[in-house]
């Protein structure tokens, strides 16, 4: 029970670390035109952003955090916990900058609340291996391939928000893989292989992979459109993908037949409440603030 309680507390401290380095890369990327996009020179002019650095410090602290979480945890129950991520964001930022919060970002709130207590309350997600089967990694990650492959495909013949959310979904993708890979990576190191074990096995510097692109896809969503338009596809894509790969790589299991029904439910309303928070003036004004 105390393990649980852990991989939940600290699911929820990654959520808050990665809804605030969202909010800071936005208001870095925002200022970066569009000739830049899916180029390297990107990353090279957000470095010269110290809002960006900071960013860029909330997502160490976050993936230390993941780290602790998935290690304690089933990665279906983990990652999903993590679409509270932008609206603790704006509650925090609303109180330490003395903004009233509107009923926009209060029907948000709970809009992702219930959601995400009706989808995991009907899932419950849970059971699984820590390590997941070699043989099985092979076919996930040509699976993964092809679908980034489309989904960049996509991204790069359309632009404005219809980008952001192509790459917003591009982006979830591959921090999901990242926590799969992360998770299989530090089983090695609880098994008893020690450090020699860790830093021998491939998935940890497949991990350090799929999180730097992940994080190139991220930037590019943020800079192609609205952060209306890249984090529902970011907060819930992420959720979803990560318990696939927790069902696939790790055999987790959660509810289906009827309870689908409450579970998809459960989803939309995520969806909802993270499209109603995104569009509220307090997350789009740390776009305002960045340019002016």
């Known amino acids: 029970m105390m393990v649980r309680v852990i991989s939940v507390l600290f699911a929820v401290l990654t959520a808050i670390s990665n809804g605030t380095a969202s909010v800071l890369q936005r208001r870095a990327a925002a200022t970066v035109p569009d000739s830049d996009v899916l180029h390297v020179s990107l990353i090279g002019k957000l470095l010269r952003q110290r809002v960006w650095l900071a960013g860029i410090a909330m997502v160490l602290v976050a993936a230390a955090c993941q780290a602790v979480a998935l290690a304690t945890g089933a990665i279906a129950v983990v990652q999903p916990i993590f679409v509270i991520e932008l609206p603790a964001t704006l509650l925090l930022a ?78 979830a993708c591959g921090y999901a893989l990242t926590a799969a890979l992360m998770k299989d990576a530090l089983a090695r190191l609880e098994n008893g292989g020690g450090l020699a074990a860790l830093f021998s096995s491939w998935q940890l510097y497949g991990t350090a992979l799929a999180g730097v692109g992940a994080l190139f896809l991220l930037q590019n969503a943020l800079q192609a459109g609205s952060l209306a338009a890249s984090q529902p596809m970011l907060t819930l894509g992420d959720a979803l993908i990560s318990i696939v790969y927790g069902v696939v790589l790790f055999g987790e299991h959660l509810r289906t037949g009827w309870w689908l029904v409450p579970e998809l439910a459960g989803a939309a309303m995520i969806a909802a409440g993270v499209a109603e928070l995104a569009r509220s003036p307090l997350a789009q004004g740390a776009v305002t603030h960045a340019k002016t």
């Open 94 to 171: 609303g109180h330490l900058f003395k903004v009233r919060l509107g009923a926009r970002i209060w029907t948000g709130v709970v809009a992702v609340t219930l959601g995400l207590a009706l989808g995991m309350a009907s899932a419950a997600p849970g059971g699984g291996t820590e390590r997941a089967h070699a043989l099985t990694w092979l076919p996930v990650l040509v699976v993964t391939g092809l679908f980034e492959a489309l989904v960049l495909g996509l991204a790069l013949s359309t632009r404005g928000n219809p980008r952001a959310a192509l790459l917003g979904l591009a982006a």
